[in-house]
């Protein structure tokens, strides 16, 4: 009879735990009969494991921490403006994905109400000491593979998304930063009409 | 009319109850579960591993996946041993008992108690930082419970060996051949899971979805090179890896096909882990299909 429920169990588990979503019967018969004992033991599992559906959110995402505001520049050397990636550049480990998977969690929470903005708080509150400053950029950049026709054509980095997150009097404080794409100045195509003589 | 149908009903219900019977109860030898037992623990020394590196900055006091992460991401009934580590030191204790659990698992040092304890810590683990976590943690999960189900630690284990039984088999159990027909399910299950999942999408159909894959800068090898220049391998790899998965979760039920797609398993699913960047994935994967391959012993 145990084996029975348990069989049960993981069909609706599978079933209503897909990227596509699930119907209300299944979703609530899962909730109410089999969230409560399949949870803990992690096996309310959907299994749905797709590998890629060739868009830009399956593409790899990585986390870039820089101070919002840069030190000033010492002499004849420019301002300070290193960045920190997580996973490092050319990190194909287990622990390199465990960023990866933060970082996409991070966009994608984004979405819902009650998450949003939790994550990008917390990872730059998590990694001030890292940085070493409290005021920090918090940047997820996604590396977008190019499509099979232009298969030659190298990645490119789309910012996923941008929050300054800093500690002021104890306070965390989350400011969205827009995408540079929307803060860039103006340019006028017209050429210059030669007056002024 | 009426008594030839409820015969038949009745014998309908005597055939099922008796397949029903052979496949989840009939006794099974320990020495295939032994060996998942090992490649588990081993995988889960590894999976360990990777975690180990940012243990603190994701975990620890002030680490990323702080108490208000885990209210706003944590499902209601989600619960981890780990919440109750406070300081660095602590959230270390837990972690390194968990890895000693792992490793006797491996070895197969005091089995009966250590399985469910190491199912219980790898729980907790991924419960910790659902974010994290990826398909070889949740495979890993399934894995260890069905070991804590059977007997792994009457072959090719420590626990053998102090028994004073190491040259001798021991006695086959019911809880052996329960704890296989899981693992045959699920492997099934997840298979069936990936394929159809993966056939929502049109790259799977197009046939691109292998390029996708290789052009992601987490993947260990390299093949854009060669799908770029070949469109028809692109093709043939992608539709493989679907055609695998759909031949692995029926395979596994005909006994005919479930040597074959079992044994092939060993090998396929390390390949396609390592074509889509989830080398562990696929680890865990070929484990399962080696809980899949029969015995010698009559078919189940």
């Given at each position: 009879m145990l084996l029975v429920v348990y069989l049960v169990g993981l069909g609706l588990c599978v079933a209503a735990n897909t990227a596509s979503g699930t119907s209300r019967v299944v979703g609530t018969l899962k909730d109410r009969l089999f969230a409560p004992w399949?949870?803990?033991l992690w096996l309310d599992l959907g299994h749905d494991t797709r590998l890629t559906y060739g868009l830009p959110e399956d593409a790899d995402h990585h986390v870039e921490i820089?101070?919002?505001?840069?030190?000033?520049?010492?002499?004849?050397?420019?301002?300070?403006?290193?960045?920190?990636?997580f996973p490092a550049t050319g990190d194909h480990s287990e622990r390199g994905a465990r960023w990866r998977?933060?970082?996409?969690?991070?966009v994608r929470a984004e979405e819902d109400a009650e998450q949003a903005?939790?994550?990008p708080a917390a990872i730059g509150a998590g990694l001030f000491r890292a940085a070493g400053d409290d005021d920090l950029e918090v940047r997820i950049v996604r590396r977008v593979a190019p499509d099979y026709e232009s298969a030659r054509s190298p990645r490119r980095d789309e910012t996923a998304l941008k929050v300054r997150v800093r500690r002021l009097a104890g306070e965390l404080q989350l400011i969205p930063l827009p995408p540079a794409e929307e803060v860039a100045p103006l340019v006028d195509p017209a050429p210059p009409t030669g007056g002024g003589k | 009319m009426?008594?030839?149908?409820g015969t038949s009903i009745v014998a309908l219900g005597a055939a099922l109850s008796t397949t029903w019977n052979r496949f989840w109860f009939t006794p099974a030898p320990a020495r295939r579960l032994a060996v998942v037992r090992s490649l588990a623990g081993g995988l889960g020394l590894l999976l360990a591993w990777s975690w180990a590196g940012d243990l603190i900055a994701w975990f620890g006091p002030d680490g990323i996946v702080s108490p208000e992460v885990l209210t706003a991401w944590r499902s209601p009934t989600g619960l981890s041993l780990l919440d109750a580590a406070r300081s660095s030191?602590?959230?270390?204790?837990?972690?390194?008992l968990g890895v000693v659990l792992l490793g006797m698992l491996a070895v197969g040092a005091w089995t009966p108690l250590v399985a469910p304890l190491a199912a219980c810590f790898w729980a907790s683990l991924l419960h910790r930082g659902p974010m994290l976590v990826g398909p070889a943690d949740d495979i890993l999960a399934v894995m260890l419970w069905c070991l804590a189900l059977g007997r792994p630690g009457d072959a090719l284990a420590v626990d053998r060996w102090r028994a004073g039984g190491a040259?001798?088999?021991?006695?086959?159990?019911?809880r052996n051949g329960l704890a296989l027909g899981l693992l045959r399910v699920h492997a099934a299950v997840i298979a069936a899971a990936a394929a159809v999942a993966q056939l929502k999408a049109d790259v799977w159909w197009n046939g691109t979805a292998a390029w996708f894959l290789a052009a992601r800068e987490s993947t260990r090898v390299d093949l854009t090179g060669l799908l770029a220049g070949?469109?028809?391998?692109?093709?043939?790899?992608?539709?493989?890896?679907?055609?695998?998965?759909?031949?692995f979760a029926a395979g596994v039920w005909n006994r005919w096909t479930r040597p074959v797609v079992a044994r092939a398993g060993l090998v396929v699913w390390p390949l396609i882990g390592l074509v889509a960047g989830e080398l562990m994935w696929g680890a865990a994967m070929a484990i399962l299909a080696w809980a899949c391959v029969p015995d010698e012993a009559p078919e189940r």
């Amino acid at each position: 009879m145990l084996l029975v429920v348990y069989l049960v169990g993981l069909g609706l588990c599978v079933a209503a735990n897909t990227a596509s979503g699930t119907s209300r019967v299944v979703g609530t018969l899962k909730d109410r009969l089999f969230a409560p004992w399949m949870v803990p033991l992690w096996l309310d599992l959907g299994h749905d494991t797709r590998l890629t559906y060739g868009l830009p959110e399956d593409a790899d995402h990585h986390v870039e921490i820089r101070r919002a505001v840069s030190p000033p520049a010492r002499p004849g050397k420019g301002p300070a403006t290193a960045v920190l990636r997580f996973p490092a550049t050319g990190d194909h480990s287990e622990r390199g994905a465990r960023w990866r998977r933060l970082a996409v969690a991070t966009v994608r929470a984004e979405e819902d109400a009650e998450q949003a903005g939790v994550l990008p708080a917390a990872i730059g509150a998590g990694l001030f000491r890292a940085a070493g400053d409290d005021d920090l950029e918090v940047r997820i950049v996604r590396r977008v593979a190019p499509d099979y026709e232009s298969a030659r054509s190298p990645r490119r980095d789309e910012t996923a998304l941008k929050v300054r997150v800093r500690r002021l009097a104890g306070e965390l404080q989350l400011i969205p930063l827009p995408p540079a794409e929307e803060v860039a100045p103006l340019v006028d195509p017209a050429p210059p009409t030669g007056g002024g003589k | 009319m009426a008594d030839r149908f409820g015969t038949s009903i009745v014998a309908l219900g005597a055939a099922l109850s008796t397949t029903w019977n052979r496949f989840w109860f009939t006794p099974a030898p320990a020495r295939r579960l032994a060996v998942v037992r090992s490649l588990a623990g081993g995988l889960g020394l590894l999976l360990a591993w990777s975690w180990a590196g940012d243990l603190i900055a994701w975990f620890g006091p002030d680490g990323i996946v702080s108490p208000e992460v885990l209210t706003a991401w944590r499902s209601p009934t989600g619960l981890s041993l780990l919440d109750a580590a406070r300081s660095s030191a602590a959230v270390w204790a837990f972690f390194l008992l968990g890895v000693v659990l792992l490793g006797m698992l491996a070895v197969g040092a005091w089995t009966p108690l250590v399985a469910p304890l190491a199912a219980c810590f790898w729980a907790s683990l991924l419960h910790r930082g659902p974010m994290l976590v990826g398909p070889a943690d949740d495979i890993l999960a399934v894995m260890l419970w069905c070991l804590a189900l059977g007997r792994p630690g009457d072959a090719l284990a420590v626990d053998r060996w102090r028994a004073g039984g190491a040259g001798r088999a021991a006695a086959p159990s019911w809880r052996n051949g329960l704890a296989l027909g899981l693992l045959r399910v699920h492997a099934a299950v997840i298979a069936a899971a990936a394929a159809v999942a993966q056939l929502k999408a049109d790259v799977w159909w197009n046939g691109t979805a292998a390029w996708f894959l290789a052009a992601r800068e987490s993947t260990r090898v390299d093949l854009t090179g060669l799908l770029a220049g070949s469109e028809i391998i692109t093709n043939v790899v992608t539709h493989a890896i679907v055609l695998f998965e759909i031949a692995f979760a029926a395979g596994v039920w005909n006994r005919w096909t479930r040597p074959v797609v079992a044994r092939a398993g060993l090998v396929v699913w390390p390949l396609i882990g390592l074509v889509a960047g989830e080398l562990m994935w696929g680890a865990a994967m070929a484990i399962l299909a080696w809980a899949c391959v029969p015995d010698e012993a009559p078919e189940r």
